[in-house]
């Protein structure tokens, strides 16, 4: 009955740095969704896959790209981190008509 | 696009105690979907509450209920009884229909409430 899981927790990178979040869903969800949680800011998309094979932009892609490895999972890459990406990272998964459902989130902080 | 905003950053209720937390959308959708979810100091995102456009009747989930007014684009959130363990941040969401495809939620930017004991 594991949901969303998303590693790591908590990751702290420098300034140019590389590093993908991962996201893995035991629920046979069709789609899947990267947020980025900012103070005062709400949750923002940044990227979702509406079914497997399909990836799309929201409202903050730039800095990041997505891969719908599979049905099951989808990463989130920050290929050059920069501090403006210091952020908490939510994975969300849903079907059509029903709840999203989240990942415990990701702390990451760029120094 | 649609957009939700939450008018009030913050607010504060006295335990057992009902509070309101106000939500607008804006959207020229007629089916749709609304939501309340809260977060804990734990990061968790727990879904409070749901509705549907199409259904006039509000929803209630125990001591939570809302507030839909589809004419006024208005979706706020009662909560009756406060608790200690309402204490949270809450987000009000808006999702397209189905017909739409599987689209994602569109938040609002949140209400931090503070219950006093």
């Known amino acids: 009955n594991a949901g969303v899981t998303q590693t790591p927790k908590f990751q702290v990178l420098k300034t140019g740095q590389s590093m993908t979040l991962q996201c893995a869903q035991d629920?046979?969800?069709?789609?899947m969704y990267w947020y980025r949680q900012d103070p005062g800011m709400g949750l923002r998309l940044i990227y979702y896959?509406?079914?497997?094979?399909?990836?799309d932009k929201g409202e903050v892609p730039n800095g990041y790209n997505v891969s719908r490895l599979n049905k099951r999972e989808f990463s989130l890459r920050l290929e050059s981190a920069a501090p403006s990406q210091t952020s908490v990272y939510f994975c969300?998964?849903?079907?059509?008509?029903?709840?999203?459902?989240f990942g415990q989130g990701t702390r990451l902080t760029v120094v | 696009a649609q957009t939700v905003t939450q008018s009030q950053p913050e607010m504060s209720v006295q335990e057992a105690e009902t509070v309101t937390l106000s939500c607008t959308y804006d959207?020229?959708?007629?089916?749709?979907?609304l939501f309340w979810y809260k977060q804990p100091p734990s990061r968790q995102m727990i879904l409070v509450i749901r509705?549907?456009?199409?259904?006039?009747q509000n929803a209630t989930e125990n001591r939570f209920s809302v507030n839909f007014q589809k004419a006024a684009k208005s979706f706020s959130l009662k909560i009756s009884d406060s608790q200690l363990g309402d204490a949270a941040m809450y987000f009000c969401?808006?999702?397209?229909?189905?017909?739409?495809?599987?689209?994602?939620?569109?938040f609002g930017k949140g209400t931090r409430l503070s219950v006093i004991a």
């Open positions: 969300a998964s849903s079907e059509v008509r029903f709840k999203a459902f």
């Open positions: 629920m046979n969800h069709n789609s």
């Open positions: 969401a808006y999702r397209s229909p189905p017909n739409s495809g599987n689209t994602p939620l569109v």
């Open positions: 959207t020229s959708e007629s089916d749709y979907y």
């Open positions: 896959s509406a079914s497997e094979g399909t990836t």
């Open positions: 509705q549907e456009a199409y259904k006039q």
